[in-house]
Nanobody
């Protein structure tokens, strides 16, 4: 199994930047991919970005494409989300997720087996 610990959330003004980090432990390399999801108040959890551990293939939601960058450090077992040009609509609780050993749809919540507890990101207008 995989344990995930998130950090980096906070308050930032619109147009600013923030970097989220997710430290993975346990059976890290049994996970095929890592993803970031977010859930705004009163809304469903939605896909943000994902990356595979081995090849580093990435995928992004259209709403963040060109602004957010997901990356991984295999040596440190960490996945990061660099968020630039932040908008108020980016405000949400951001969750780190780890997929199981087999590849599933990276864009869906059901594709992941393990989840962090979330970190709040607030973008002021």
């Amino acid at each position: 199994q995989v344990q995930l610990v998130e950090s980096g959330g906070g308050l930032v003004q619109a147009g600013g930047s923030l970097r989220l980090s997710c430290a993975a432990s346990g059976r890290t390399f049994s996970s095929y991919a890592m993803g970031w999801f977010r859930q705004a108040a009163g809304k469903e959890r939605e896909f943000v970005a994902a990356i595979t551990w081995s090849a580093g293939n990435t995928d992004y939601a259209d709403s963040v494409k060109g602004r957010f960058t997901i990356s991984r450090d295999n040596a440190k077992n960490t996945v990061s989300l660099q968020m630039n040009s932040l908008k108020p609509e980016d405000t949400a609780v951001y969750y780190c997720a780890a997929m199981g050993p087999r590849l599933y749809n990276m864009r869906t919540v059901r594709g992941y087996a393990y989840w962090g507890q979330g970190t709040q990101v607030t973008v002021s207008s």
